[in-house]
């Protein structure tokens, strides 16, 4: 069955950096993009970006610069870092498997989410 | 960005009664190819979000066929047919037609 596993939770100092992974398994890696999404407390999810097969990415405008995503095909992991950290990127992270099967941004599978906690 | 606006922002529900969210678009989403660029999650309170309904109308595996997804270009609903305990959460609709790809408000649904 089709599962992504993240990473566990993180505490950050403001201006410290944060790296979340995503690991799947289940279905062949190569063949998919993966998503970025984040939801901060009491609001509604954000979509940050996302990383395709190939290692290209396309990020939030308002994420470019201090986000970057990157993929190790060899054990199926996705990476995202958010450098720069400030009291708003408090949230829960998560990634998502796109799928190949529609059109436009599908996602069918998401990882448990990655609580980061971003605090002096 | 594209703006999107559901309504209503909460949806108290008598079980087995329907229910229906409304979201609209500030453009519309629908491509040349005549798919509508629009999904809807459920986000259930310490659970992943779950894809219901993608290009909207289209069920997602394993979803029960009381959800359905109707609209075209901006205006878009998602019906229950009739409501279920396990359906309370937060409802959102999602464009997928260009980036960055935004989220509706929400529409959180409980259980009357």
């Known amino acids: 069955q089709v599962q992504l596993v993240q990473s566990g939770a993180e505490v950050k100092k403001p201006g410290a950096s944060v790296t979340v992974s995503c690991k799947s398994s289940?279905?062949?890696?190569?063949?998919?993009?993966i998503h970025w999404l984040r939801q901060a407390p009491g609001q509604g999810p954000e979509w940050m970006g996302w990383?395709?097969?190939?290692?290209?990415?396309k990020y939030a405008q308002k994420f470019q610069g201090r986000v970057t995503m990157t993929r190790d095909t060899s054990i199926s992991t996705a990476y995202m870092e958010v450098s720069r950290l400030r009291s708003d990127d408090t949230a829960l992270y998560y990634c998502?498997?796109?799928?190949?099967?529609?059109?436009?941004?599908?996602?069918?599978?998401w990882g448990q989410g990655t609580l980061v906690t971003v605090s002096s | 960005d594209i703006v999107m606006t559901q309504s209503p922002l909460s949806l108290p529900v008598t079980p087995g009664e329907p229910a229906s969210i409304s979201c609209r678009s500030s453009q519309s989403l629908l491509y040349s190819n005549g798919y509508n660029y629009l999904d809807w999650y459920l986000l259930k309170p310490g659970q992943s979000p779950q894809l219901l309904i993608y290009l909207g109308s289209n069920r997602a595996s394993g979803v029960p066929d009381r959800f359905s997804g109707s609209g075209s270009g901006t205006d878009f609903t998602l019906k229950i047919g009739r409501v279920e305990a396990e359906d309370v959460g937060v409802y959102y609709c999602l464009q997928t037609l260009q980036t960055p790809y935004i989220f509706g408000q929400g529409t959180k649904l409980e259980i009357k």
């Open positions: 998502a498997r796109d799928s190949v099967s529609a059109p436009g941004a599908v996602f069918d599978f």
């Open positions: 289940g279905y062949t890696f190569n063949e998919y993009y």
């Open positions: 990383i395709n097969p190939s290692g290209g990415t």
